[in-house]
């Protein structure tokens, strides 16, 4: 099973402020990752796909990038409902997929 | 627009069963595979199962092969989770979701777009 790494575990950052977190995968994906976000009490939501392809209605602020074993979620300036929970997944060779732990993006 | 309404969790004692349902709205729920996933209190997600669009293929995560089961009515546009000698580590909300890939691409991609708002399963004795 491919085992995805989330680093760091809490990020604490101001509205405004570029974020950058860091998705690390046990074995090549290729660029079979995706990007979810998690806001208390509600589901996640999709972010990304295919390392970098944002789903339908996310805003130009989100991205993504890399391949292989090191991935980026990258949110250019953030706004204050970008607050959450995000969690990276893979779907290479699935089934099964497997997701991150998780960043928790906190307000500074 | 895309709805997906899951019912059926509860309180459960260990060893018993409890069948999920996801109501699917909005879209060509037929054209679509569908997946279930959970999430125990405070921790992170695992996938539980998934179903192609017509029934035809249908996988499980190890923690729950052989003891449930996925399946659809394309009819009634409902799916569900069978879950059977339910054990204390299956506490979780459990989520059902759309994949994002279907008959139009011709492939069950893995990506969860939408997502239900959850059904809490407890199992206690």
New interface residues.
Partial sequence: EIVLTQSPATLSLSPGERATLSCRASQSVSTYLAWYQQKPGQPPRLLIYDASNRATGIPARFSGSGSGTDFTLTISSLEPEDFAVYYCQQRDNWPPVTFGQGTRLDIK | QVQLVESGGGVVQPGRSLRLSCAASGFSFSSHGMHWVRQAPGK????VA?IWYDGSNK????SVKGRFTISRDNSKNTLYLQMNSLRAEDTAVY?C?RD?GGVAVLNT??????????TLVTVSS
Avoid: C, H, T
Wanted: aromatic content about 32%; proline content about 5%; charged content about 15%.
């Fill in positions: 992170g997600l695992e996938w998934v996988y499980y995560g190890d989520y979701a994002l991609l893995g990506w969860f777009d939408p997502w239900g708002q959850g």
